[in-house]
Every structure is written in structure tokens, then in C-alpha cells.
């Protein structure tokens, strides 16, 4: 399962709730009993954080590493000295005694006594002027070993955070045999709170309300927006603006643009500007790829225009139809 399931607001997505677990997970949650009140400043939100769980893993890890240390130093000591070997000896020495038969248990102990006698000769030989760096190494370790129970003491309770117990298992033991769970005491509680701020995108209204008055309201921001998406300049953009789409066929495109993207809203405009074109008897032609081919021609040399590019016919405008016969108009009186 995951370390943290956090209960999320309805509207959250997927992504969201991630997110936020992610984040509680890191920043660290606190715990306020269930018959309290949130506090509103942030201090006394702080002061009842709770940053332990995610680190148990390598707390667990140091103490074991710090429970090694003194075996660790111990064997580093002992073998700069050579009773570890007459230690040895007497262990083997009393393990044989004890499978000898009776009957030769005495002569088994008059040369195990010489034998003895020359190890330990060779030990004092040897040690003679550390004669007490056995006992001392050996006192040293039992110290060391109850420093370091102390101290991992110190340090657990302080990574716990809990001042108010200063010997945190034997109260934890009894706050469970007087029936006091986690959700009065606190301790390793299963459910806690975390704050996180989201940015939202927010209007203001009177702001808002004045933009939208003058790039409603104002010919010249009508006729700009249009000019953006078009991505040419013309001499019908302000008719088409004016009297094809007016101050509604703009403010669709402008709410186009707002939720659809300019992309969308240029693809729009411009199939609109090419029905303006159809309707209002012009040639229907996209003078962007115009200029940008006759560009191209100018630019590239002449010889190699007629080897690689066919030969295109220059366009002309058609004629325009002639008009239409105007009826004679009669009055009629009643």
C-alpha cells in the first residue's frame, strides 16, 4: 500500500491527489484531537507536527549501527593483546576435561598443568606491562555499551518529540494497560492533518469588467484582435470586422481564444474571413502563401527557378459580372 491516503476535496483529479500525498509526505502532517478546534495561526499548527514516520527506516538503521559499534572496538582492542589465545586455551582445556575418563583425569591434569603453565608463562612474558589492559578493555566496553543504550534512550525520545514522557516505552506500556489509545494520547496517531496552498487563477470583477467594455466597446481593439489572428494586413479587415462579424461575432472569438487557444481561434477566423470573401464577389486567395511564394521566387536565382520549379501562370482577377437589371418600381395607391 502507500505510506498516506489523504481525503481530498471532491473536485481533486488523480493527478491532484497525488500531489497532495506527495506533499503531506514530505512537508510533514500534524495531529489535533478530534474534539478540538483547528487553530487558525500557524505556530500552534507547527508546534504539533508530527515528522517521524518517514524517517522510523533509517532511525532503525543507526541504531543498529550504533549497537554494533561496541563489539566492533571490542574485537579492534583485543587483538592487539594475546589473551583472546590464553582465554582460548582454557575453554578447550576445560571442554577436554570433562570427556577424560576419571581414571586418567589425574594424569590428564598434571601435563595439562605444564602446559598451562607455559602458555600463561608466554602470556605474562608478553603482557607484563599490561597487566591489567584486559580487564580494562573489557570494563571500557561494558561502558560503552551502556552509554550507548542511554544515549539511543536520549535521542529516541527526542526524535519522538515527546518531552512530556521521559521514558516513552514504559509510558506508552501504560497509557495501552489504562485502555488510553492514540486519539487521546497522540502517539503514532493513524490520522492526522496537513495544509498545503494551491495557487487558483482568480478575476477581479471591476478590472475585468473594463477590459471587456473596451475590447467590446472600441472599433480600433475589435479590429486589432481580428488583424492578431489573421496574420495579414488588408483594407477589408475593418469591414470585414465591422459589418460581417460585429461586436458579437468578435466576442465569440475572443471567448475562442479564452478557452480554446489562439490556434483554434485563428483556424476560425480565418475560414470566416474566407466566407466574407466568397460573399462579398472577392478573389478567394490566401495572401500569406502568396507573399510567402513570391518570396520564394524572388529570392532563389532565375536559371535554377526554371529547372527545378515549374512555370506558374501569373493570376489574374476575373471580370466582374455585370450588374444585375434594375426593375422599374411602381407605385401604388390605394
Known sequence: GHPIECFVPAQFTR???????NYCWVQNTYWIPFQDLIPHR???????????????????????????????????????????????????????????????????REHGARKKNVYIFAV??????????????????KSLHLCNVVLQFLLLNSFLETAEYPLFGAHVLYDLLLGREWRDSGKFPRVTLCDFEIRVLG???????????????SAHC??????????????????????FLRPDGVFLLQMIASHAGNLTCAKVTEALWLM??????????????????????ESNDESAQKESLPRRE??????????????PIRSHYV
Not at 605474562?124 to 566496553?141: D, L, M, N, Q
Not at 478567394?284 to 510567402?292: H, I, W
Open 124 to 141: 605474562v612474558r608478553v603482557g607484563k606491562f599490561y597487566g591489567a589492559y584486559v580487564s580494562t578493555v573489557y570494563v571500557f566496553i
Open 222 to 243: 475589435r479590429q486589432n484582435f481580428v488583424a492578431k489572428h489573421l496574420d495579414m494586413e488588408s483594407d477589408q479587415i475593418g469591414r470585414f470586422t465591422d459589418r
Open 15 to 21: 493527478a491532484m491527489e497525488q500531489y497532495t500525498e
Open 276 to 297: 466574407f470573401l466568397r460573399r462579398s464577389g472577392k478573389p478567394v486567395l490566401d495572401e500569406k502563401v502568396e507573399s510567402s511564394e513570391r518570396g520564394e521566387w
Open 42 to 108: 500557524l505556530d500552534d499548527r507547527e508546534r504539533r507536527q508530527i515528522g517521524y514516520y518517514q524517517w522510523v527506516p533509517f532511525v532503525l538503521a543507526v541504531a543498529a549501527l550504533m549497537f554494533h559499534i561496541p563489539s566492533s572496538v571490542w574485537r579492534m582492542l583485543s587483538s592487539q593483546s594475546v589473551a583472546h589465545l590464553s582465554l582460548t586455551i582454557v575453554v578447550e582445556l576445560h571442554s577436554s576435561a570433562q570427556l577424560i575418563p576419571d581414571d586418567a583425569l589425574m594424569y590428564q
Open 203 to 217: 478575476l477581479i470583477t471591476a478590472l475585468n469588467l473594463l477590459f471587456w467594455l473596451c475590447a467590446l466597446a
Open 314 to 327: 501569373s493570376w489574374h482577377e476575373p471580370p466582374l459580372p455585370p450588374p444585375m437589371p434594375q426593375l
